[in-house]
Structure formats: C-alpha cells, structure tokens
C-alpha cells in the first residue's frame, strides 16, 4: 500500500473506543473521505432517535429534559450507533456502512449487540461469583459481588448505554483500556474471571501465607493478587520447585537465572516457565491466554527489580505457617479519639458520601473499637448504608466490633440492633472458611467491659 493510499484511509489507532462513531467521522473527514456538510446530515440523523429516547425517558411526560441529561441520551445514541460499527472489518468499511446503512439502522444494530453482551456479561459474573477465590481481602470479594452486581442494577441500556456506574475498586493486572458501559464491564469481568480462576488453582491458605509477606495487612489494600502469586508461581518453575507450593526458593534462587537480561529476554524465559507449569497445573485455554499476554508486564517487573537490587520485594516466598500468617489486629491499641475530633469525624460520616469515603474515614483516624462502635452507632446510617460501610473495612474491625457485642440477646438501643444486624449479615454472607477464621479472631480478642465505654456527649 502506497503512503498516498494510506493517507486516504482512517488510522485505526486515531478512533476512540468510548465515542468511536465522532472519532470515525473526523477520521473520514481528515482523509477527505467526508465532506462537512455529509457528516453535518449524518450527525442529523441522530435528532429524530434522541426525541423517541428523550420521550422514554421522560415516559410521554414531555420533549424537555435538563440540558446535561439531553447530552447524556445523545452520546448514548451514538454510543450504541458505534458498537454495531465496531463490528465491521476496517475503519472504511465501517464508514461505508455508515453512509450505507444509516443512523437509525446502526443504532437499532447496536441494541441487539448490547442485550447480547449484557447477557453474556451476567452469564459470566454468575459463574464467577459461584466459584469465588476464598481471600480476606475486602475490596476482592465487594468488587467482583456487589460492584458489578450494582452496575446489572442501574445499567440502562435502551437509553443511557455508555454509562459504567462502578469505578471497579479491585485492579485487575490487565486493566480494560479505551471502553465504558457493557464494552468495560464485559472486559473487565473476562480479566477477573481468568485471574480468579488461575488464583484457584493454588491453596487459598498458601496465597494467603504469601501476600502476608507482602504486607501483614494486604486484607484492607487495594492491591491486585494475580501478580505476585503468578510472579511466584513462574519462578517456582524457573527453580524447579513444587508450583503449588508458591515457595521457589526466594530471590537469591532465581537471581542468577533473571540478573544482567533483556525484558525480551525475561519474557522469553516466563514463557518457558509457563510451559513447565502445565505439567503441574492445567490451566483452561482463557486462563492460560490471560497469563502469557501478561508474562510481558510480569518480565519488565522483574527485571526493573534485578537492575535495582530489589528482587526480595518481587520474588515472594509465603511465610511459616502459625499465627504470624493472620492479619494483625489493631483495635483496642491506640488512644480514644478526642471530643473535638471525634465530632468532627462524626459530622463527616452523616455527610452525603460513598462508603468507600465513609470507610476509609474510619479507617484512617480511629484506633479503638470503642470509638469505632461508638461512631457506627450515633452516625444512625440506614442498615444499607452501614453494612456497605463496614464491608470495606477489615474484618479485624468485624471482629473486635463482635467481641464487644458477646450477644445481642440483651440489646435494646435501636442504633446498636442495627450495628449487631449488619456484623451478622457480613458473617453469614462469608465463605465457611472465612466465617471460621472471622470467629477465632473474634475469640481471641479481649472484650471491654461495655459498661465502662463513655458516649460521645459523656466524654471528658
């Protein structure tokens, strides 16, 4: 292809996955291949689509919407327009349909695209929900369950397609790119979906021992798990050793094997490990693609880390079985929060805010579990609002909360019913194995005498 030609057709890489319809439209136009009056008819064709969605949305109510909420259905309509173009071979031949096909024909396209990748997509997080790696860190669990389970509930495709709803706390180690809506959810549930899966085929207790070494208290971080538990797994193949065990021997094993080479060469090398890993685990087909497009990303790590010294902080081994392996627990540690401070706190929670702010609030400035109870209960957030806070912190905050409410047979104030609602619902909605260590925690920590905690206007 001559550079004359080249330069008569659109650039894949100049088209915008969010708002891929305007992006091919100034690509068609910078190629010459549209002039401004056609693209000015084709964007016309959008106007009579936007009044039907506008009268849905309003429900034959009227043709007046808020201004922002009008730009909001419009982008919609070629949002969805842009799905059923993305299903075309090349750039042009997409424009050609455009011209071809017209507005309304692509848009009605993209709808049947949407229910088949929203259903796809609700296929998919039933399965991974059912199979779920057992971990105790929270923003795992309330991502893959009720984060995307909250973007099936407020999704509306037939009028606002492009939304996403959910930031997607918990990063997957291949982040969807350039996409929004159904497109991100699906991208993101099939990373998910292969990391869990790949997860699942070491002992949880093992992955659990291993990202201890990591940070004792990896249960409360927001951090991706795939990556140093595949990074240890490939370097237990490098070693020779037992994969499953997650245990290759440390950095000064595999130093020798990953010092002085390329990230090519590094890459290369992963992919001989992920070859010798197939004789231990069987990965399926998805799960075994999703770890070697990732090997690249694993490799330069790897190699940032043998140029600076810093393999130990890469190359983890898990730590001796025994207590040390448990979250440590924190609570019932430090100083009770001042009246000054604890109102100002309290102020901020009964503020309009997501839990993840409430949560990490909580988490940044109390040390006790008085205070943290206290807190909770005078707040007086809707059992919803409050067990969506309390999901996102750690369960060593479930427990000392439950080691002051040794039973709830006996509680009469409204606020702390609420409270003792919400910790049993969290504990009956845990895996058996996760209940099982919720309540050895809960065992194990010295319970206050309830009668000496002061309330907030009874402190000094």
């Keep these: ?162 939304e996403t709803h959910i930031t997607a706390d918990y990063p997957v180690f291949l982040m969807p790119g350039d996409v929004t809506g159904v497109e991100f959810i699906g991208a993101y549930l099939a990373a998910l979906d292969c990391e869990n899966r790949l997860l699942s085929a070491f002992p949880a207790r093992t992955v659990h021992r291993l990202l ?94 043998a140029q600076l010294g810093t393999l130990e902080r890469v190359v983890l081994t898990p730590i001796p079985e025994g207590p040390s392996a448990e979250p440590a627990i924190t609570l019932e540690e430090g100083a009770r929060l001042s009246p000054p401070a604890f109102s100002r706190l309290l102020a901020a929670l009964r503020e309009e805010k997501p839990a993840a702010e409430r949560a990490a609030l909580l988490s940044a400035q109390v040390q006790t579990a008085g205070d943290l109870a206290e807190l909770l209960t005078a707040a007086e957030l809707p059992l919803r609002e409050l067990s969506a806070v309390l999901a996102l912190l750690p369960q060593a905050a479930w427990a000392a909360l439950a080691a002051l409410y040794e039973t709830d047979a006996f509680v009469t104030d409204e606020r702390e019913a609420r409270l003792c609602a919400a910790l049993r619902a969290l504990r009956a909605a845990l895996p058996p194995p996760e209940r099982a260590r919720l309540d050895a925690m809960t065992q194990a920590l010295r319970r206050p005498a309830r009668g000496g905690q002061k309330r907030p206007e009874e402190r000094p």
């Excluded at 971080?221 to 290759?248: I, K, Q, S, Y």
């Excluded at 094997?257 to 890993?277: D, K, S």
């Design 1 to 162: 292809m001559t550079d004359a030609l080249s330069a008569r057709l659109p650039d894949p890489a100049a088209l915008r996955g969010r708002d891929y319809l305007i992006s091919l439209l100034e690509e068609g136009r910078r190629c010459g291949l549209l002039s401004g009056e056609e693209t000015a008819r084709l964007l016309e064709q959008s106007l009579p689509i936007l009044a039907r969605q506008t009268a849905a949305w309003t429900r034959g109510a009227g043709s007046s919407v808020p201004l922002d909420r009008a730009q909001a259905l419009l982008e919609s309509v070629l949002y969805t327009a842009g799905l059923a173009l993305k299903a075309y071979p090349t750039p042009a031949a997409a424009l050609e349909a455009l011209r071809r096909e017209g507005l309304q024909a692509l848009f009605e396209a993209g709808q049947r695209t949407l229910r088949r990748r929203l259903q796809t997509a609700r296929t998919l997080h039933r399965r991974l929900c059912a199979g779920l790696f057992e971990t105790p860190n929270v923003f795992y669990r309330a991502t893959a369950v009720d984060g995307i389970g909250g973007f099936f509930r407020l999704y509306q495709p037939q009028l606002l397609a492009q």
């Design 212 to 305: 201890c070494r990591l940070e004792p208290e990896y249960d409360r971080l927001v951090l991706n798990l795939f990556e140093p538990v595949m990074t240890a797994a490939l370097c237990c193949a490098l070693t020779g050793r037992p994969v499953r065990t997650l245990d290759c021997g440390g950095a000064q094993a595999v130093r020798p094997l990953l010092e002085g080479r390329t990230q090519a060469e590094l890459t290369a090398l992963l992919q001989t490990a992920q070859a010798r890993m197939s004789s231990d685990l069987a990965f399926a087909p998805g799960p075994a693609d999703y770890l070697r497009r990732s090997l690249p990303r694993l490799a330069a790590a790897l190699e940032q880390a």
